[in-house]
């Protein structure tokens, strides 16, 4: 009891006037859920991710507020003339907080830890991004992906040897999914490392209290090119209540606060001491169909789903300024954006012909899952879920909504558990193979590491996106993905919501925080508190 109530206090007390009493620099930043695992090669949403990049180290990294590569553990890189090999020179003086070296023997056991079924290391874990990435595991005679090989030329350059040119491949290894562990921590305890793993990245972490905060504190040996943090620890929160976290924010008990919903946010704008941010609209709220479950196997059916939600409605009564119909799978402006492609309108008499069509001129009844906490792309799914429930309803699709802690829900859907589900994306490397592989192609539908919550399998969009990733040709990739743009809106697997910034809120007192469109923090470039 008094280990709890001494641990109470000092989260109270956290961020409310460590500067002023001469101690360390201190960020205590809220969000609304908890990581759900701190590993990132088998951690698949933000809230883990996030955490995640502040502890470990890419090869290559984005620059902040960008997604143009900039050097992280790789000082350097290179590609042979046909594209096979990629060639990388690691800074010499790289380790990990456990003091052993961030070399090039380093990258090759992580890599080979996930490319390999049968490395000793790869455990009994799902690398659900890796595949999703780069198309399969190495040592997989049906589907072997991307990488052949991965070679330690010396402690301090690394070469990859590929099965086949990609486009993707550079920005692929600057997702934090492929950050950099020690091999040290990983072998010892691969399930301690999902609760504290050991990085060369600018913080490490100190703690982790599920469910109440994680803290993060300043990794004196980091080396990397952003340079080392001024802000010497960092308390992440979990507020699961909104208005609770708003408030702490106007008192000054946090500093941060992220995901802020739209209303939330004009509110807090207006005040003085606060500012709101915008991170750029680089994510997807969709809704996904599951084409194993009648009656979605029927395209009628999907788009009759699609004619019958009101998303401009959704749009001017959920969302905030700059939100953008889902017209197309990718955000605006990204390469292979298709202007001919547009979201169905809203008309409830012709969703209700093609129902009749399909053989159900009285609707039917199903159900929708969705995630109980807010996400960056969805800052209210319950009021999300209840608008799109009563847009079906009025076309004679009667659904029950069913809702659940974020952690089940991903399990649920990964394993096709559900008839529809209400779910999103961030863009993590500014591609749109980022948005279609992963979610979309047959490759991601496999039951129990499933990011193609659709199930939808089509061998044309499959050949589209095998093409688009072998190509380093912006002009024919293009191409490619205005094709996969408008394959998609006609087979409809899932209906693409809207694309929407991420408002977060700061004290003014905080400087240096670079809203960038993979949603990282870089605590690392912060300076003031409170």
Known sequence: MRRALALALVLLCAGCGDLDSGGPPQLVMARVKDAVNLDPSHATEGLSLNVAAEVMETLVQFKPGTFAVMPALATSWRTSADGLRWTFDLRPDARFSDGTRADAAAVKFNFDRWRLQHDPAHGPFTYATFLSMFGGYSDDPKAPGTIRDVIVDSPTRVTFVLFNPSGTFLRDVAMGSFAIG??????????????????????????????????????????????????????????????????????????????????????????????????????????????????????????????????????????????????????????????????????????????????????????????????????????????????????????????????????????????????????????????????????????????????????????????????????????????????VHDQVPAVSLLHTPVPLALRRSIAGFVPSPDTSYHFELITGGT
């Not at 009285?362 to 847009?391: N, V």
């Open 182 to 487: 020690s091999p040290t921590a990983i072998a010892r305890d691969p399930r301690a490392f999902e609760q504290k793993p050991i990085g060369s990245g600018p913080y490490r972490i100190r703690e982790w209290v599920r469910d109440d905060h994680i803290t993060l504190d300043a990794n004196p040996g980091y080396s990397g090119p952003l340079g080392k943090p001024t802000i010497a620890t960092v308390v992440l929160r979990d507020i699961p209540d909104q208005a609770t976290s708003v408030l702490s924010l106007e008192k000054g008990e946090i500093d941060m606060l992220t995901d802020v919903r739209a209303d939330d946010a004009t509110l807090l704008a207006a005040q003085p001491a606060i500012r709101v941010v915008r991170q750029p609209a680089n994510n997807l709220a969709y809704v996904a169909m599951n084409v194993e479950k009648k009656p979605f196997d029927n395209v009628l059916v999907r788009r009759a789903v699609a004619y019958a939600i009101d998303i401009p409605a959704i749009l001017s009564a959920l969302y905030g300024p700059g939100t953008s119909p889902g017209d197309n799978w990718t955000p605006p402006g990204m390469l292979g954006e298709n202007p001919a492609v547009h979201i169905y309108p809203h008309d409830v008499a012709m969703a209700k012909k093609l129902l009749a069509e399909a053989g159900f001129p009285h609707g039917f009844a199903t159900s929708l899952y969705l995630p109980t906490s807010p996400r960056p792309y969805m800052p209210d799914p319950l009021r999300l879920a209840e608008a799109i429930q009563a847009d079906l309803k009025a076309a004679g699709i009667e659904v029950t909504l069913e809702p659940y802690e974020f952690g089940v829900f991903l399990s649920k859907v990964e394993n096709g558990e559900h008839a529809m589900c209400l779910i999103g994306w961030s863009g993590d490397n500014g591609d749109p193979d980022d948005f279609y592989y992963p979610l979309l192609d047959q490759d991601a539908a496999v039951k129990g590491s499933a990011q193609n919550y659709a199930f939808w399998r089509d061998p044309a969009f499959h050949k589209l996106m095998l093409a688009g990733q072998r190509s380093s040709n912006d002009a024919v990739r293009r191409a490619i993905y205005q094709q996969a743009a408008q394959l």
